[in-house]
């Protein structure tokens, strides 16, 4: 069965520090990916996706994720962290072209102090 | 572009009675819509795909009765709560879907809370 896993519950990064957040996905064929940011009151913003071609992908607000198909894995970073990017962050993955179904990993709390 | 909107933001009802939820696609019609529940500090989990003018499909384990769904039309989806027990106090999200290839957008979810 198709499944997601984000081994990080929590991270907590200074300001200005790099940051790497993982996602391992588990899914026979080849996987539609997805990275969103959810802060408190606010949907789910897409930060990137990968469908196909590159395997780095370059999104929104800095962050950038690496398609990895050895080791079935789609991290998500950025350079330099900044106070706002404080927020839940969730990989996901399409299993099907259409993107009929999302399956979520249990997200990422990311905490950043100044 | 590709605003989904909730309606409410959140509601507060007493046990035994029904809630309806509105999602709207603000800017794009929508072919598929999608009902997601997330536990606190948990991920989210797909109750259903509805498809505008056809029956929603719903995910192993969901009540079809308990969460009637409704996509009337290319904006606009419903998820009526019947009977509401405080089991399913939670938070609701929608998500609309531009035709295949294309990406989910969400909306900003509602949370439920039942007495």
């Known amino acids: 069965a198709q499944s997601v896993t984000q081994p990080d519950i929590h991270i907590t990064v200074s300001e200005g520090a790099s940051l790497e957040l993982r996602c391992n996905y588990s899914?026979?064929?080849?996987?539609?990916l997805f990275w969103y940011v959810q802060s408190p009151g606010q949907g789910l913003q897409l930060l990137l996706k990968?469908?196909?071609?590159?395997?780095l992908v370059q999104g929104i607000k800095g962050f950038e994720a690496e398609f990895k198909r050895s080791q079935s894995s789609f991290n998500l970073r950025k350079p330099s962290v900044h106070w706002s990017d404080a927020a839940e962050y969730f990989c996901?993955?399409?299993?099907?072209?259409?993107?009929?179904?999302?399956?979520f990993g249990t997200g990422t709390r990311l905490q950043v102090f100044p | 572009g590709a605003v989904v909107s909730q309606h409410p933001s959140w509601v507060i009802c007493k046990s035994g009675t029904s809630v309806k939820i509105e999602c709207r696609s603000l800017?794009?019609?929508?072919?598929?819509m999608f009902w997601y529940r997330q536990f606190p500090k948990q991920s989210l989990m797909l109750m259903a795909t509805?498809?505008?003018?056809?029956?929603?499909?719903?995910e192993q384990g969901v009540e079809k009765d308990k969460f009637l769904i409704n996509h009337a039309s290319l904006t606009l989806s419903t998820l009526t709560v019947t009977s509401a027990h405080p089991e399913d106090s939670s938070f609701y999200i929608c998500?609309?879907?531009?035709?295949?290839?294309?990406?989910?957008?969400f909306g900003p979810g509602t949370r439920l809370t039942v007495l």
């Open positions: 998500s609309a879907s531009i035709p295949p290839g294309d990406t989910q957008y």
């Open positions: 899914y026979g064929a080849t996987p539609y």
């Open positions: 990968y469908f196909s071609g590159d395997t």
């Open positions: 996901a993955v399409g299993v099907s072209y259409n993107t009929d179904k999302l399956i």
């Open positions: 800017d794009f019609q929508a072919t598929t």
């Open positions: 509805s498809n505008e003018g056809s029956k929603a499909t719903y």
